[in-house]
T-cell receptor
């Protein structure tokens, strides 16, 4: 099956810092989504981004499908950004997502 | 904003018992899913459901698992005879279509003792 690799596995930042999270995938995909899992375990959809660039406030994402990677940018990080960020890809048209292992982000005040 | 709701939030059961996890997907969504996450690990697909039938299932979704949409709003996951290794967070999700934004519920934490 498809491999989804995320880096770095762990990231510790001071509040206000910027960061870039990376997702590499091993095959062509129909769909790529970024999720944030907060400390209470909730999975929140951040971006649906099979290609191109999108921005939502302090977060933005870019997917280069031809090179099989996606980047999530977090600017001016806040303590509420802490949690695990997952990248997930869809390879068929049936809706199943394959998740990476996530990046654990900790933002200190 | 509409959301996916799951009940209960936490379920403790003894090995060998049957459990039913319940979900109410977003009302205009047509595709429903169950995923699970063992503590500290990645999120894994179990099953997708569309038009009152399973459209895809993973190797995890063996004969001990079943899904049902008993009425127009609920979507359930049944584990017939729980094992210790079934302990995990179970997430229900829904989407308008395939290749659409996936919306997750808050999960049911299942503990099998």
């Amino acid at each position: 099956g498809i491999q989804v690799e995320q880096s770095p596995p762990d990231l510790i930042l001071q509040e206000g810092a910027n960061s870039t999270l990376r997702c590499n995938f091993s095959d062509s995909v129909n769909n790529l989504q970024w999720f944030h899992q907060n400390p209470w375990g909730q999975l929140i959809n951040l971006f649906y981004i099979p290609s191109g660039t999108k921005q939502n406030g302090r977060l933005s994402a870019t997917t280069v499908a031809t090179e099989r990677y996606s980047l999530l940018y977090i600017s001016s990080s806040q303590t509420t950004d802490s949690g695990v960020y997952f990248c997930a890809v869809e390879v068929s048209t049936l809706g199943r997502l394959y998740f990476g292992r996530g990046t654990q982000l900790t933002v200190w005040p | 904003e509409p959301e996916v709701t799951q009940t209960p939030s936490h379920q403790v059961t003894q090995m060998g018992q049957e459990v039913i996890l319940r979900c109410v997907p977003i009302s205009n969504h047509l595709y429903f899913y169950w995923y699970r996450q063992i503590l500290g690990q990645k999120v894994e697909f179990l099953v997708s459901f569309y038009n009152n039938e399973i459209s895809e299932k993973s190797e995890i979704f063996d004969d001990q698992f079943s899904v049902e949409r008993p009425d127009g709003s609920n979507f359930t996951l049944k584990i017939r005879s729980t094992k210790l290794e079934d302990s995990a967070m179970y997430f229900c999700a829904s989407s308008e279509g395939t290749s659409s934004t996936l919306h997750f519920g808050n999960g049911t934490r299942l503990t099998v003792t």
